[in-house]
């Protein structure tokens, strides 16, 4: 999947806009990939997504799901925010 990364740039660079926008400034294309590749792995679709598909994923992707993802993966300790800690 991350050979696709490149691929769906403009997309992923999208929904980064569109979050900016909504004033959710904080989000990243990086962190927009990450909760895209849970959701498709949560619904067993990672394996044999069609490029399309996965584009259409990215746009469908909601404000309120990745502020869920992120709210989940604060509750479980991930390292997610040491890249800003260390800044």
């Known amino acids: 999947m991350e050979e696709w990364k490149k691929e769906v ?8 806009d569109e ?13 927009i990939w990450d909760c895209l590749l849970a959701r498709l792995k949560r619904n067993k679709d ?4 069609q490029l ?4 259409n994923e990215i746009m ?4 309120n799901e990745y ?11 991930t390292d ?3 890249k ?3 800044a």
């Open 46 to 49: 990672l394996e044999e997504i």
């Open 60 to 63: 469908r992707l909601s404000v």
């Open 9 to 16: 740039y403009p997309a992923l660079e999208s929904k980064q």
């Open 84 to 86: 800003q800690q260390d």
């Open 80 to 82: 997610m925010f040491s």
């Open 67 to 77: 502020m869920n993802w992120l709210t989940i993966h604060a509750y479980k300790g």
């Open 19 to 31: 979050f900016h926008f909504l004033g959710y400034n904080g989000a990243s294309m990086d962190e």
């Open 52 to 55: 399309h598909r996965l584009v």
